[in-house]
């Protein structure tokens, strides 16, 4: 076999084996493709598809540590997200200390290195632009990386009510939803609908920060932020936006009646459940999992600020991540849809 028949024979091998690669990352489980990921895609910032079904490329890290915030629960790896939301997460803890009296953030999950749907955990959180806070303040020590995957947060409710204890909730703790809710960006704060009430009994003078806070099922120990689409993103999906009513009427009266605690009845034979594949994401997904990494995490890492930037000659091209036309569904899909 000559030189030449070798060179050919070694091109189709590695293309053909490109091209398995390419099938399995379009065809294969989201959840566990994207949930083994360890590193973002290097290049611009670019959140496509919708909370709920996307992806990110060119995700940066929220450092461990930071004067007004640890992150917690390190092992998931899930402190990633598209630097806009980082930045102002480390904002809000700044802004927090310094005019609320909250000592500093909790940090929960946010988003994998490149976003997509979770192993276990939440539904949404793919894009890059959601962030778990917790309730509990931080404390003045710093946490063990033990003691951040065993620390419990603080339920702000009542033994098993649906509402708040007032023993548990403060000042402090309406002040800091606001400062969350007064930045621009953020779209939606989803809370339990206990605090929600919480604020709509308690708030007075301005209230039209309310209408971003937004009850929905869990979040009695922390609170979700989500912020829009940011520009460079063309083909994220937002939310429609939340209008001015302050939500303390008739939607949060539903939340305190039986309908949404309901149980649905077993189906009468056993539904296998639907497995998310690669390919019912946004195109632009299965690029993203085969796209280059950077070096280190060193080189994605935000701090106090300010990005480090990867090294140039990994940079993936912009058009490896055009924006296709496929459409994404409007909401989080959830068991009963509130008034």
Known sequence: MTSKTLLRFALGALIAFSGAIEAIAEDGPAKQLFGVQTLPTVGAPLSTGFYAKGCLAGGVALPEDGPTWQVMRLSRNRRWGHPHMIG????????AAAKDGWPGLLVGDISQPRGGPMITGHASHQVGLDADIWLTPMPKRRFTADEREKVEATSMLKGDT????????????????????????VERIFVHPGIKKQLCDTVQGDRSWLAKVRPYWGHYYHFHIRIKCQPGSPNCKSQEPTGSDDGCGKPLAWWFTDEPWRKAPPPAKPVKPKIMMVSDLPKQCARILQAPSPNSIAEVTYGMGTKVAAPAATAAPAAAFAPDDEQIPDDIAVPRQSP
């Open 88 to 95: 102002l997460i480390e904002k809000l803890s700044r802004d």
């Open 162 to 185: 649906l509402f708040v204890d007032p023993k548990k909730w403060t000042p402090s703790r309406t002040a800091l939803l606001r400062t969350a809710a007064s930045y621009p960006e």
